[in-house]
């Protein structure tokens, strides 16, 4: 993975991958430590270590590096990774990386992130939220709501990803994600 | 999400267009998006073809992504579905390779060979 961008829509695929129709991310950046915890309503961990590489759902080989690797970028720059199964249905995973650290990974485009999703998972409905200190979390995305207005499914429409684009761009820079390792 | 309104203009902008469009689509591109694409820069490669179609103003290409397909060494992997052809895989495919493919494959029926993984089912 080059850089934190890779790893969240590597860890959004996941989500779809267990059958989630809904997914929730919260973003936020403070003290130089960026962090998200992603929601879904998917069919949850079955059971294993899903760190271990050797633990996947997967059918077609018998490793699964998307946590595994997740784990290794948190880990090497004194963040972590927590996943948990969520009551009745569904997972919470929480990430946490350090983007002061000699080894921290670079943002990338986490924008570009959620527009890939939209290409990809049509479907799925995504709400993004942005962690804000002091005031209200402020929502960038909610697929639901634009799903009611434009009154059409077409959530690909070159305009409408443009238009979540700038969204999802506008309340990360706002938080100080506007350079690939951020401001310090 | 605040902009609710310039959302709504958005939504008048595009409808004419909308409702132009067939809804037929004659070439499905797949690009594999497990781990391992992702890993060799399967994003950008989507994103890519995406570019090219918006620029080609082709409208009966559309663009899906899958998961692994057991070939992890080959990624970026894509395939392409053209009706009546049969699926053409390629493998390898990085932002050049895609523009190559997209220019001769997709816009001018060609298979290019050199990033050719299989052909047919």
């Given at each position: 993975?080059r850089?934190l961008a890779?790893?969240?829509?590597?860890i959004?695929e996941?989500?779809?991958?267990a059958?989630a129709?809904?997914?929730?991310v919260?973003?936020g950046?403070?003290?130089?430590r960026?962090?998200?915890?992603?929601?879904?309503n998917?069919?949850?961990?079955e059971?294993?270590?899903?760190?271990?590489p050797?633990?996947?759902?997967r059918?077609?080989?018998?490793?699964?590096?998307?946590?595994?690797?997740?784990k290794?970028?948190?880990e090497?720059?004194?963040?972590?990774l927590?996943?948990s199964r969520?009551?009745?249905?569904?997972?919470?995973?929480?990430?946490?990386?350090?983007?002061?650290?000699?080894d921290a990974?670079?943002?990338g485009?986490?924008a570009?992130?959620?527009?890939?999703?939209l290409?990809?998972?049509?479907?799925?409905?995504?709400?993004?939220?942005?962690?804000?200190e002091?005031?209200?979390?402020?929502?960038?995305?909610?697929?639901?709501?634009?799903?009611?207005?434009?009154?059409?499914?077409d959530?690909?429409?070159?305009e409408?990803?443009?238009?979540?684009?700038?969204?999802?761009d506008?309340?990360?820079?706002r938080?100080?994600i506007?350079?690939q390792?951020g401001?310090? | 999400?605040?902009?609710?309104?310039?959302?709504?203009?958005?939504?008048?902008?595009?409808?004419?267009?909308?409702q132009?469009?067939?809804?037929?689509?004659?070439?499905?591109?797949?690009?594999c998006?497990?781990?391992?694409?992702?890993?060799?820069?399967?994003?950008?490669t989507?994103?890519?073809?995406?570019?090219l179609?918006?620029k080609s103003?082709?409208?009966d290409?559309?663009i899906?992504t899958?998961?692994?397909?057991?070939?992890?060494e080959?990624?970026?992997?894509?395939?392409?579905?053209?009706?009546?052809?049969e699926p053409?895989v390629?493998?390898k495919?990085d932002s050049?390779?895609a523009?190559?493919i997209?220019?001769?494959?997709?816009?001018?029926g060609?298979?290019?060979?050199r990033y050719?993984?299989s052909?047919g089912?």
């Open positions: 993975m850089d890779d790893h969240l829509f590597d959004l996941n989500s779809v991958a059958g129709t809904e997914v929730i919260m973003l950046l403070s003290n130089k960026f962090s998200y915890k992603i929601k879904d998917g069919r949850g961990i059971s294993g270590d899903v760190t271990d050797f633990v996947t759902s059918k077609e080989r018998k490793v699964g590096l998307g946590l595994p690797l997740l290794k970028t948190a090497n720059t004194n963040g972590f927590r996943i969520l009551e009745g249905k569904g997972t919470l995973l929480e990430f946490e990386t350090d983007i002061s650290h000699i990974k670079p943002f485009d986490l570009k992130v959620f527009t890939d999703a290409r990809s998972w049509p479907d799925v409905d995504f709400e993004v939220l942005i962690e804000r002091k005031s209200k979390n402020e929502q960038v995305l909610n697929t639901k709501e634009i799903r009611e207005t434009m009154g059409c499914s959530i690909q429409h070159k409408i990803q443009d238009f979540v684009y700038q969204s999802i506008k309340g990360l820079k938080i100080g506007n350079t390792f401001n310090f | 999400m605040k902009n609710l309104e310039e959302l709504k203009r958005i939504r008048d902008r595009v409808k004419k267009n909308l132009m469009r067939s809804g037929k689509h004659k070439v499905r591109i797949v690009v998006m497990a781990t391992c694409g992702i890993a060799a820069g399967a994003r950008q989507m994103n890519t073809l995406a570019d179609i918006e103003n082709r409208d290409v559309v899906t899958s998961g692994c397909a057991g070939f992890c080959q990624e970026p992997m894509i395939q392409i579905y053209t009706e009546d052809k053409v390629y493998g495919v050049k390779a523009e190559e997209f220019e001769k494959h997709i816009l001018n060609q298979i290019v060979e050719l993984f052909k089912k």
